[in-house]
């Protein structure tokens, strides 16, 4: 089992920033993904991934705005969040994927809520 603690949300205005962290405990693999979506309504979003070899994706929306990081040492993955727009206002989740031959593993934080508004 994994567990992921997310840490970071508040209000923001617009134009401001905020990192995001989230750390995980468990049976973790050395390689998985590890990355963050958020919740607007009627669907939860990729907002960008983490590989733990490196490799990143990001939403179109987020791109040149938020940066993910991630130190594997420490099971730990971060966002950071610059010129932050209301339609970024969202709960944002921690996500860690990672898989065997036989089975995918798909595991969830609790969210944090981000606001952005004046």
């Known amino acids: 089992q994994v567990q992921l603690v997310e840490s970071g949300g508040g209000l923001v205005q617009p134009g401001g920033s905020l990192r995001l962290s989230c750390v995980a405990s468990g049976n973790i693999f050395s390689v998985n993904s590890m990355g963050w979506y958020r919740q607007v309504p009627g669907k939860r979003e990729l907002v960008a991934t983490s590989i733990s070899n490196g490799r990143t994706n990001y939403a179109d929306a987020v791109k040149g705005r938020f940066t993910i990081s991630r130190d594997n040492a420490k099971n730990t993955v971060f966002l950071q969040m610059s010129s932050l727009k209301p339609n970024d206002t969202a709960v944002y989740y921690c996500?860690?994927?990672?898989?065997?031959?036989?089975?995918?593993?798909?595991?969830w934080g609790q969210g944090t809520q981000v606001t952005v508004s004046s």
């Open positions: 996500n860690l994927k990672q898989r065997t031959v036989h089975q995918n593993y798909d595991y």
